[in-house]
Every structure is written in C-alpha cells, then in structure tokens.
C-alpha cells in the first residue's frame, strides 16, 4: 500500500490533568507505532517564515503544537490537506513518503517533533520534483 496524506491521522495523547498543572506522556511503541529516536523542536519562528519542506522516505513523525499554534501542509503527490495543529495533548502522526511544510506560526509557538530514527540526510527528499520521482516509484520500494 502506498502511504498518503489520509495515513497522517491525528492522535490524542494522553493528558493527565492536576490543579497544579497538566502533563501530556508519550511512549514509543505504545503512544505511537514506532520506537522515538529523536526528538527536536522549532522555536522563535520569525513572523511569515514557513520550516519543512522536505520529505522522508522510511521517517516516521509525530509534530506537536507543544505551545501556540501552526499549519502543517501535507502533500503525498496527489493529494494535499491542511492540519492545524495548536493543542500540546494532540499530535499529527506524519507516515513516510509525505511532502510536509510548517507555517503559519503564532507568537511563541514551540513545534516539538518525535521521529522514528536519528538524523541521516539520505532520508531526506528536499527538492519536490525529486519528492514526485520518488512518489512514482514509492509503491514498488514498499510492497
């Protein structure tokens, strides 16, 4: 099967709430269906800047709105949806083989990523002629 924008779901994650605070848990294998290699996040994103823009071909992905609010636009060659994603106990599960852009930034935002292996350019698809390419042959590398 090939992978699509309608595999990019939104999880729920687990919010436990305190008077004194909330806090959200995620666990690899458990919260999510892959290990967590790496995690990273985005910050003090200038007014009108846009991140991503990019694709990989066997990373899985979780983004968070960890605070405030951005646009994440996903692309899988065919289709393209935007998800808004401005809530710290909701993730959007990025599958392999997905053209993603991050915009639309608020004021403090904090884009916190969860990803299924450490970083290795090779993964990377950068330019979105190439990304097409890929898309084409996406199916017979993954069936």
């Known amino acids: 099967m090939k992978n699509s924008i309608y595999e990019c779901i939104i999880v729920p994650l687990t919010k436990i709430h305190n008077r ?3 806090i959200t848990v995620v666990e690899g294998n458990i919260s999510l269906p892959f290990k967590i290699r790496r995690l990273y996040y985005l910050y003090d994103i200038p007014a009108g800047m846009d991140r991503g823009g990019h694709a990989h071909k066997k990373l899985y992905q979780l983004i968070v709105a960890a605070s405030g609010a951005f646009e994440v636009l996903l692309d899988d060659g ?3 949806k935007v998800v808004r ?9 990025v599958v392999p083989g997905i053209w993603r852009e991050i915009f ?3 004021s403090g935002a904090v884009c916190l ?7 290795k350019e090779s993964d990377y698809i950068r330019n979105y002629q190439e990304f097409i390419r890929f898309r084409r042959n ?3 590398i993954h069936s």
């Open 113 to 119: 990523v969860l990803a299924s292996q450490k970083y």
């Open 138 to 140: 996406f199916g017979k």
């Open 20 to 22: 004194a605070g909330n």
């Open 104 to 106: 639309e930034f608020s």
């Open 78 to 80: 065919k289709n393209k």
């Open 85 to 93: 994603l401005n809530r710290p106990d909701y993730g959007l599960l």
